[in-house]
């Protein structure tokens, strides 16, 4: 039997949180009541003002407020003007840190993954867990993480691009 990963999961270092939920499923309940599925397969971090691929790096804005919240809250943008990203902040309030759900069993690529699951900007700022239709489930499933460097990330520098925070559950 799955259960309801609580706020206090996410409450925790990225680094730590980031591979944890490799193996999780994400799910969404839509307004007829049915609910979209996936388990997560690959993960990113991002950590920090410190780290320069995090949209942090440059400081609390309007577009990153919401990475400085306690953890559990929804950070869903949109990229390249067309696609919606979903990462979850993690840690405590005043330290912006967030993971990117990067890929599921069924839809690779972070893109492609939001867009089947119906995922968009509406549920930036919301709450994962009860009663918020948007949450991650434990049923248990611990695949081997393997990891390696981040995607898209060149503008943040050599140091940063080589970062192995991308966590990838091996087949």
Same mark, same amino acid.
């Given at each position: 039997?799955?259960?309801?990963?609580?706020?206090?999961?996410?409450?925790?270092?990225?680094?730590?949180?980031?591979?944890?939920?490799?193996?999780?499923?994400?799910?969404?309940?839509?307004?007829? =009541?049915?609910?979209?599925?996936?388990? &997560?397969?690959?993960? +990113?971090? #991002? /950590? !920090?003002?410190?780290?320069?691929?995090?949209?942090?790096?440059?400081?609390?804005?309007?577009?990153?407020?919401?990475?400085?919240?306690?953890?559990?809250?929804?950070?869903?943008?949109?990229?390249?003007?067309?696609?919606?990203?979903?990462?979850?902040?993690?840690?405590?309030? =005043?330290?912006?840190?967030?993971?990117? &759900?990067?890929?599921? +069993?069924? #839809? /690779? !690529?972070?893109?492609?993954?939001?867009?089947?699951?119906?995922?968009?900007?509406?549920?930036?700022?919301?709450?994962?867990?009860?009663?918020?239709?948007?949450?991650?489930?434990?049923?248990?499933?611990?695949?081997?993480?393997?990891?390696?460097?981040?995607?898209?990330?060149?503008?943040?520098?050599?140091?940063?691009?080589?970062?192995?925070?991308?966590?990838?559950?091996?087949?």
């Amino acid at each position: 039997m799955a259960i309801r990963l609580e706020k206090s999961f996410f409450k925790r270092d990225v680094l730590e949180v980031a591979p944890e939920l490799v193996g999780k499923l994400v799910c969404h309940r839509m307004a007829d =009541g049915s609910v979209i599925r996936d388990r &997560i397969t690959e993960t +990113e971090a #991002y /950590r !920090g003002e410190e780290d320069k691929a995090c949209h942090a790096s440059k400081g609390r804005t309007k577009r990153t407020e919401l990475l400085y919240s306690e953890g559990g809250v929804f950070y869903v943008y949109l990229c390249y003007g067309m696609h919606w990203l979903m990462n979850v902040v993690t840690g405590n309030a =005043g330290e912006p840190q967030g993971v990117l &759900i990067r890929a599921g +069993e069924l #839809y /690779r !690529g972070p893109a492609k993954l939001t867009k089947n699951l119906r995922i968009d900007g509406s549920l930036n700022g919301v709450t994962a867990g009860d009663p918020a239709d948007v949450w991650f489930e434990d049923d248990g499933y611990r695949p081997e993480i393997i990891t390696a460097p981040r995607v898209g990330v060149d503008y943040a520098g050599e140091y940063w691009k080589q970062k192995e925070w991308r966590f990838i559950g091996k087949e």
